[in-house]
């Protein structure tokens, strides 16, 4: 045997007869160089663009997509814009609601004022008798107070005080003397101008009042520069404790609030142009018309501001229709000291005839009344 015992590790005959040869590949070297396949074997790796490059891997994934660069902070500023447009909101409404309380509460205290001390019901609407008012209980509020004026189907319907030579106080202190806070309606009080004196014996007595968006205080008289309110509103109610005045409107008169209005005359003929000349500037026609300037010895003018135009102010002229003396009046005295002149063409307008004296009731020329109304 060949490989019997006493054989192991020796070599076959047969094999050891040939030379070792590395085994020939079974392809021609041609073929294994056309061999895509062969030949991808024999280059380095190169990765598959199918395949995550290892630098893929070493940098943040992309998943799930990452918002662009602006617009989580944008989310935030909305969310913050949000918050103070809400803020502001609130805090707009809760001023309006402020404001709004302010303008009830003002006219409240009035209205209260007026219920508890006046009674304005009348029969006859020129009954002057038929008016009462508490002078003693509204003294005991204010010691100030020297009227009450009262327009017919209006909102005018309020005390009236006198300060001495002060024009400012009452501009932002109600009947109380209470002073609204600052942003709220300041209603102030109706009030005879401190260069006038408060008796009214002065040939033009100038009453002022705000103009309040509520339709309160003097705003009534702000639209009497329309022909039909104007002449559906000739009458004014003027109470004192010595009498009361009804007074006819002549006259509404549109001016600068720079303007000066002066309270007395020191000639009858002066007075009487003034007053040709307030009619003559009325933006209004009265009708029935006015009365001849000769016949008016004291005038009454109120006035309010515009608040399309707070550089401007509104003055209605009034004359006396009548008057009713009561505690210790004088119907004379009232009426200006001097009687109606007869009606004549002469003594018309500065005819010749005309008195030159001081008027009666007022032989000087008083302070000019100039801006008071803000």
């Not at 192991?8 to 085994?23: D, E, H, I, L, V």
Request: glycine share 8%; aromatic share 14%; hydrophobic share 35%.
């Amino acid at each position: 045997m060949v490989n019997g015992p006493g054989s192991y590790g020796q070599s076959n005959p047969q094999f050891a007869q040939q030379p070792y040869a590395p085994a020939q590949p079974p392809y021609p070297s041609a073929y294994q160089q056309q061999n895509p396949y062969q030949q991808g074997y024999q280059q380095p790796y190169q990765p598959s663009p199918y395949q995550p490059s290892q630098q893929f891997y070493q940098q943040p994934q992309n998943w799930p997509p990452v918002e662009p660069s602006g617009g989580r902070p944008k989310g935030r500023g909305r969310r913050i814009a949000l918050l103070v447009l809400s803020v502001v909101l609130v805090l707009a409404l809760a001023a309006l609601g402020y404001i709004g309380f302010s303008y009830w509460n003002g006219q409240n205290t009035y209205n209260t004022i007026a219920t508890e001390n006046v009674q304005l019901e009348q029969a006859d609407p020129y009954d002057l008798a038929s008016f009462k008012v508490d002078w003693d209980a509204l003294r005991a509020v204010n010691s100030d107070i020297i009227a009450w004026i009262y327009v017919p189907e209006s909102n005018i319907n309020y005390p009236v005080v006198w300060r001495q030579n002060d024009d400012n106080y009452y501009l932002y202190h109600n009947f109380n003397g209470y002073s609204s806070p600052q942003f709220a309606a300041e209603f102030g009080c109706i009030s005879l101008s401190g260069a006038n004196q408060p008796d009214f014996s002065d040939q033009i007595n100038i009453i002022s009042g705000h103009n309040m968006l509520d339709g309160s205080m003097f705003q009534s008289f702000s639209t009497f520069n329309d022909a039909a309110i104007f002449n559906s509103h000739r009458t004014i109610f003027l109470l004192t404790p010595k009498g009361n005045f009804r007074l006819n409107t002549f006259a509404i008169d549109y001016v600068l609030g720079s303007s000066t209005v002066p309270i007395n005359f020191a000639t009858r003929a002066e007075f009487k142009e003034y007053l040709q000349k307030c009619i003559d500037d009325s933006l209004v026609q009265p009708d029935p018309p006015p009365p001849l300037v000769r016949t008016i010895n004291k005038a009454f003018a109120f006035y309010t501001c515009d608040n399309n135009n707070d550089t401007y102010r509104f003055f209605i002229y009034a004359n006396i229709a009548d008057y009713l003396p009561l505690d210790g009046g004088s119907k004379e005295e009232a009426m200006g000291n001097k009687s109606a002149e007869p009606e004549s063409p002469a003594e018309d307008g500065n005819a010749e005839g005309e008195p030159t004296g001081p008027l009666e009731g007022g032989d000087a020329v008083g302070d000019a009344v100039g801006d008071r109304i803000v």
